[in-house]
């Protein structure tokens, strides 16, 4: 497909709603986009207010930036402010708060914290100083991980010593496996992660309708898909199926990225446990760096704090990743905790749930229906 305007022709919409609607009719529905980006599509777009009154949206814990706990932002800040260090990181960490201020602040204070826009990014900084040591952040799920990975081979065939990667990749599979034995929260299905399925494939999803007896329809990223894969996911349950489909073909492969996870697996090995913001610990979640790759892992290399910190008491966000309650029930949301002041991750990261409402999902039910006709 050559233009994005394809994705979102209001015409075809109007014939996806309607269709939705009729599929709809005498039942209530409740479906969670797991990806961060799913939400923000849902909400700049208004989708859920074209939508039946009778299907709800769930937010769910799909975005990497969110799900990071307050010890580890901690334990990065720590890791920045350490002498002859040159932190790197991507973008939206920089603001991730901790329990003592975020990295902006910390580089305000004196510490050396670059931003990046990829983990070789890290490693040029690396070659380009020899006398300092340069440790990347490396977050997100098996999206980015591939990445850090290529990163890891590159620094051991250049020779390069003075590197390290403080690993807090997380998987997608124990987090969905954790909403689904949450007792409560009671879900029709899900609209399955677009970019880590481009990794990772459809094997990995069996196990919902497996196992829990719910439909799954892997999604794309515009308005278009996210409909389409609405209309899949009533159309499963009214057909009485209950399987993994994958309405993203155009970039899913069933297999998924073959190289990527061989490389992955070179590279990384899980952790025990991992402890995510709002899920607390969940077992097999998260990835450290493989032994055969030790010198490079930051958490060998430095004695960090590795402290468990609580998230304020004033902070919902571990509610709003759970999909127990929407970004706007949050008590600071838009008062206290906005994206230029936020208290929680949700409201830090383009992806996160109070952010894409905060900034897109104001819009009024009629006002959403008004661009249909458009």
């Known amino acids: 497909m050559k233009f994005v305007d394809e994705f979102r022709d209001p015409a075809a919409a109007r014939a996806l709603v ?15 986009e797991v990806c961060g980006g799913h939400t923000h599509t849902i909400y700049r777009h208004g989708i859920e207010h074209l939508l039946p009154e009778s299907i709800e949206l ?50 305000a204070r004196g510490a050396d914290v670059r931003f990046v826009y990829s983990p070789l990014d890290a490693l040029k900084i690396a070659r380009d100083n020899p006398d300092r040591h340069v440790v990347f952040f490396a977050v997100g799920f098996e999206t980015t991980a591939p990445s850090t990975a290529v990163t890891l081979v590159r620094a051991r065939t250049l020779g390069v010593h003075n590197f390290s990667v403080f690993c807090n990749h997380v998987t997608i599979v124990p987090p969905i ?10 879900l029709s299905g899900f609209l399955g992660p677009g970019h880590v399925s481009t990794v990772v494939g459809l094997r990995p999803y069996r196990f919902v309708p497996g196992v829990y007896g719910k439909p799954i329809v892997v999604a794309g990223f515009e308005p278009l898909d996210i409909l389409a894969s609405v209309h899949m996911l009533l159309q499963q349950i009214r057909d009485g199926r209950c399987e993994v489909e994958n309405q993203y073909t155009r970039v899913v492969r069933p297999e998924g990225n073959v190289a990527a996870l061989q490389l992955m697996a070179e590279t990384f090995e899980l952790r025990p446990h991992f402890e995510w913001r709002g899920l607390g610990f969940i077992s097999q979640s998260a990835l450290k760096i493989h032994p055969d790759y030790a010198e490079y892992d930051a958490e060998l290399l430095f004695d960090m704090p590795g402290v468990r910190v609580a998230d304020p008491k004033a902070c919902q966000c571990g509610e709003v990743l759970k999909g127990v309650i929407k970004p706007w029930e949050c008590k600071v949301f838009g008062t206290a905790c906005t994206p230029e002041t936020p208290i929680g991750t949700c409201m830090v990261s383009p992806e996160g749930a109070c952010a894409a409402y905060y900034n897109f999902g104001r819009l009024h039910r009629d006002t959403a229906k008004l661009l249909l006709r458009r």
Do not use: Y
């Not at 309607?18 to 969670?32: N, P, Q, V």
């Not at 990071?68 to 040159?86: C, H, K, N, S, T």
């Not at 496996?177 to 009671?186: G, N, Q, T, V, Y």
């Open 177 to 186: 496996k954790a909403i689904l034995e949450s007792p409560d929260l009671r």
């Open 58 to 107: 769930v937010h769910g814990p799909g975005c990497p930036v969110c799900v990071i706990p307050m010890g580890r932002v901690d334990d990065a800040m720590w890791l920045a402010e350490q002498p002859d260090v040159i932190f790197t990181t991507f973008g939206d960490m920089m603001r991730v708060p901790g329990s003592s201020g975020n990295l902006i602040e910390a580089k």
């Open 18 to 32: 309607r269709s939705i609607t009729d599929l709809a009719a005498g039942d209530e529905f409740k479906f969670m």
